[in-house]
Structure formats: C-alpha cells, structure tokens
C-alpha cells in the first residue's frame, strides 16, 4: 500500500506459528487492510514456514484475501528484505545501541516509526523494474 504502513509487530516471545500468524497479523492487521483497499488488494508475505500452513490458506480463503504467488527461488525480489536491511542499520547506529530484548523491541519499534515514507513507497514501486530484472536474468540474483 502506498503512503501506509502498520505498526511493527514484535515477535518476542516463542515461535511465529500459523495459528499465531492467523491471530496477531492476518485477522487483526491485513484482513482491516483488504477491507480499506478492496477487491484490488493482493497480500504478499513470503514463504515461511508459519505463512505456507494450511490453517494460513484457509483463513485467507475464508477472508476472500489474494496472495501474491512467491518463488521460493527468488527472495531479493521482496521488497521488505530491504527495509529490515534499513531497519537494522538505523537501529546498530543508535548512540546507546540496545543491550537487552526490552530496549531492542523499544530501538525496533521506535525506528521503524522513523523510517521516512518515501524509502516505503521507493521499495514497494521498485517491484515491476524488479521483475523485468529478474525476467532479464532468467531468474538470477538482482542487483538490488
């Protein structure tokens, strides 16, 4: 979505799992995004183990959510792998980097609220130049 994002969600205890996918991100998080967007909404996650179980595909189903179809041999291709890269860096150049889980999902939380909206709206139109590149390269690595 352009000019949107939603809050960071912070695994910080145990194992994302399907059901918990279903719970903490699909229902409360993308379903109220589908709804704004509309019929033209296509959701894209990637292939994780929690997000490939059938419980995830039919909670989608059952929410008339589309999923991008994802090459599990192309992950350079996601756009969110470059903002956790930009996440990351902002948070390892803090002044007082974190030191424990608390001031690491504070560090995490309040960068990402930081990172400018331009840099969200630069990756996600970078798709199509993405795919011809991809397509270009009969499937290899892009210099992205």
């Given at each position: 979505?352009?000019?949107g994002r939603t809050r960071l969600h912070v695994v910080a205890n145990g194992t994302m799992t399907g059901q918990r996918?279903?719970?903490e991100v699909l229902l409360p998080h993308v379903r109220l995004f589908r709804g704004a967007v509309g019929d033209k909404f296509v959701f894209m996650d990637d292939n994780a183990t929690c997000h490939r179980t059938l419980a995830v595909q039919d909670c989608l189903d059952s929410e008339?959510?589309?999923r991008l179809v994802w090459s599990a041999r192309s992950p350079d291709l996601n756009p969110i792998e470059n903002v956790w890269d930009a996440l990351g860096r902002q948070v390892a150049g803090r002044n007082y980097p974190p030191t424990n889980k608390n001031t690491l999902i504070r560090a995490l939380t309040e960068e990402w609220d930081k990172l400018p909206q331009q840099l969200l709206d630069n990756?996600?139109?970078s798709m199509v130049r993405r795919v011809e590149c991809c397509i270009t390269l009969h499937g290899g690595h892009i210099p992205y």
């Open positions: 979505m352009i000019n996918y279903i719970d008339g959510i589309q990756v996600v139109q």
